[in-house]
């Protein structure tokens, strides 16, 4: 079955530091994969996503991520975090069975703090 | 105006009660989305519809029911709430042959 891991619940990093926000999937076939956040209040935004191509991905914000083949990995990464980042994070990667309509599976999500 | 917009944004409803969340989009996506959110459950699907005449069932479509009454809008009902419904509702857009989905801000719902 495919499925998503996000391993952390919760990610504490002090304001200036890199950090890192771990997924892990298992999929049949290619990983489609995918990262969003969700601020307070908010919707989900569209962070960041793999298809194919170059491992090291960037997306908005100054966050990037990097894909794992053999660790079959997707983790969120930025080189230094800001108090603003602070936010709950999802992965995601698409279903590539065509009788689920390749609809996306989703992590529970990782809630990040950055600290002044 | 967002592009995609969800109402009401907060509802407190009793137990039996029917009730209708509603979404509607001005991104042109053909693709409409309902999913749950509950803590420490990420998203799950309720109900999909790529088309105004395909409608299909998520992972969790029991006690819900959906209508696409135009590409623009997608409602979703709850014909006897329950508190286990008691969740925040997002309402999601995509275009066929993209990747991305459009997220609207949520409903939350309370049922007492």
């Known amino acids: 079955a495919q499925s998503v891991a996000q391993p952390e619940d919760q990610v504490n990093v002090a304001e200036g530091n890199p950090l890192t926000v771990k997924c892990t999937y298992s999929?049949?076939?290619?990983?489609?994969l995918f990262w969003y956040v969700q601020y307070p209040n908010r919707g989900l935004q569209f962070l960041l996503k793999?298809?194919?191509?170059d491992n090291l991905v960037k997306g908005s914000y100054g966050f990037e991520a990097e894909f794992n083949k053999s660790q079959t990995s997707f983790h969120l990464k930025k080189p230094s975090a800001l108090v603003s980042d602070s936010a709950l994070y999802f992965c995601?990667?698409?279903?590539?069975?065509?009788?689920?309509?390749?609809?996306?599976?989703w992590g529970a999500g990782t809630k990040l703090i950055i600290k002044p | 105006d967002a592009d995609v917009t969800q109402t009401p944004r907060n509802r407190i409803t009793k137990t039996g009660k029917r009730i209708m969340l509603e979404c509607s989009q001005t991104?042109?996506?053909?693709?409409m989305y309902w999913y749950r959110q509950d803590p420490g459950l990420g998203l799950r699907l309720i109900y999909y519809?790529?088309?105004?005449?395909?409608?299909n069932k998520g992972e969790i479509s029991d006690g819900y029911s959906v209508s696409r009454q135009a590409q623009a809008k997608f409602s979703l009902s709850l014909e006897s709430a329950i508190p286990n419904q008691t969740a925040l509702y997002f309402c999601?857009?995509?275009?066929?042959?993209?990747?991305?989905?459009?997220f609207g801000s949520g409903t939350r719902l309370t049922v007492v």
């Open positions: 999601a857009t995509a275009r066929t042959g993209d990747y991305g989905y459009t």
């Open positions: 991104k042109g996506h053909d693709r």
């Open positions: 519809s790529f088309d105004v005449k395909d409608i």
């Open positions: 999929v049949s076939g290619n990983p489609y």
């Open positions: 793999y298809i194919t191509g």
């Open positions: 995601a990667v698409r279903d590539n069975h065509m009788d689920s309509n390749y609809q996306l599976i």
